[in-house]
């Protein structure tokens, strides 16, 4: 008989850390025992999901998520950040950058330890809050940027630098997880009227002109996203600019959703809508059937809580913390590709029963004085044209083209009015800043700052919702 697996997703807020079965057997893991800390305010999985790391204000713990035994406990109550290396054998541990006032020169605070043997390979020193070092998915290239050069390591050995690619002025860079042979991107800011530019490199070869691999230069860039494919052959550079000419702060953009919509990418079919109301993250399950939505803290401080959701529209749970209590984070426990075989998309309703958690499960505090976490609802699967669709339901014709195209009208002007809304908020926010630094405001910008609570007002109403007559 195959296993059924359940994949667990953590919880961090302010009553500390606990975990939660995923489906088909929604509930807390009793063998977990958690942690109450309420300032846990970083926690990881390794790539595979074997181990969990997390810190609580006083040390960082790594557990077996197999076992739940620790693993290894460090010294390091101030850690702003960790990263498991993709094979799970260095945990880097992020600290602020400090000073040391005696000599005036910087503390290392990234440091990386061996998950096995608890030993402290190699601690740097790290002035930009980076997720450098980057590592290859095999680990035999690892890469960070100091001072306008990228230093390479090979098999962890962070005690010698292999070779260094020289980049004058260079910002950030994107090492691809997948090789051999392994490639790197480097990206140059502009200035001066010079372009920003992004060069493809193929490690070693890093020397004489010809060298890089491709060259793409483009202006109204201050920042850039780098993201390869799997196989590292193909390289996306999403770019955005702090100010243009219609604004100082900036062109931007956002975009109130109120409903989720689940595609079939193959056929390029919807298969099923449904509303997630006041949700600030999202993330996919491993197993690529079930979703994970939260409404957290410090974007949204009421009705914190989290929804597990079917690809088909239903929803599974859903938790509401008591007043007053705030969660942080939730994340999937982390699995391979291998770990879950694909299975063909079904376009009907999961067919469940309605159940409710045994009187003596444990419930964790967050969750005491709520109603049960399990919720589950069938619906119809059928289009009706002359009914008004519920949330939830699977989606087998399309709306009519009138319909489709007056909501896309209707969505656009809240839109644009949020945006508006967003842009001015940034502004109050530039001029908060301005203020605590000590600079005098002008007239207009001071009853500028009074308008902080009226626009939060107004930008939570404009949540675009679906048409559904």
């Known amino acids: 008989m195959t296993e059924i697996l359940m994949t667990p997703h953590n919880i961090r807020g302010s009553d500390g850390l606990w975990m939660i079965n995923g489906p088909p057997k929604i509930g807390t893991r009793p063998d977990f025992s958690g942690d109450t800390s309420n300032r846990i305010k970083v926690m990881t999985f390794s790539r595979d999901g074997s181990h969990l790391a997390w810190c609580n204000g006083t040390k960082v713990i790594i557990k077996d998520t197999g076992t739940f035994s620790t693993v290894q406990e460090f010294d390091k109550p101030k850690a702003i950040e960790l990263k498991f290396s993709p094979q799970g054998t260095i945990l880097a541990i992020w600290e602020n950058y400090t000073v040391n006032q005696e000599t005036q020169k910087g ?45 390479f390591f090979e098999e962890n050995e962070f005690d010698n630098i292999k070779t260094k690619l020289h980049m004058q002025k260079i910002s950030d860079f994107s090492l691809a997880k997948s090789g051999p042979p392994y490639t790197v991107a480097g990206y140059v800011p502009g200035s001066k009227g010079q372009p920003s530019f992004v060069r493809i490199y193929r490690y070693p070869n890093f020397g004489g002109p010809q060298a890089a691999l491709a060259n793409k230069s483009f202006y109204k860039s201050d920042d850039v996203q780098m993201k390869w494919n799997s196989t590292g052959t193909a390289l996306l550079v999403l770019t955005s600019t702090e100010s243009s000419e ?66 088909t529209g239903n929803l599974l749970s859903q938790v509401i913390l008591d007043q007053g209590k705030e969660l942080w984070e939730t994340k999937w426990q982390s699995a391979l590709p291998e770990a879950y075989p694909e299975k063909q998309l079904n376009y009907r309703p999961v067919q469940t029963q309605n159940q409710t958690e045994s009187k003596g499960a444990y419930r964790p505090p967050q969750a005491r004085g709520t109603e049960a976490s399990i919720k589950l609802h069938e619906y119809e699967s059928a289009y009706d044209p002359k009914k008004k669709p519920k949330p939830g339901m699977a989606i087998e014709d399309e709306p009519s083209k009138s319909a489709s195209k007056n909501k896309k009208k209707r969505e656009a002007r809240k839109a644009k009015a949020a945006q508006e809304d967003a842009t001015k908020l940034q502004q109050i926010e530039k ?17 500028k700052l009074k308008t902080e609570e009226s626009l939060l007002k107004e930008l939570s109403q404009l949540q675009i919702e679906e048409d559904w007559s």
């Open 431 to 447: 001029l908060k800043e301005q203020q605590k630094s000590g600079k005098q405001l002008e007239l207009n910008q001071i009853e």
């Open 107 to 151: 503390n290392p605070n990234l440091h990386l330890y061996n998950v096995r043997t608890g030993s402290l390979v190699k601690s740097l020193i790290q002035r930009k809050q980076t997720k450098d070092p980057k590592w290859t998915n095999d680990e035999k290239i690892c890469c960070r940027n100091v001072n306008n050069e990228l230093h």
């Open 246 to 311: 219609q604004s100082y702060y900036g062109d931007q953009g956002l975009h109130f959703m109120g409903n989720l919509e689940f595609w079939d990418v193959g056929k390029r079919r919807l298969i099923a809508q449904t509303q997630a109301q006041d949700s600030t993250a999202f993330e996919w399950c491993p197993d690529g059937e079930h979703v994970l939505t939260s409404t957290t803290a410090p974007r949204l401080r009421v009705a914190n809580g989290y929804r597990i959701w079917h690809y």
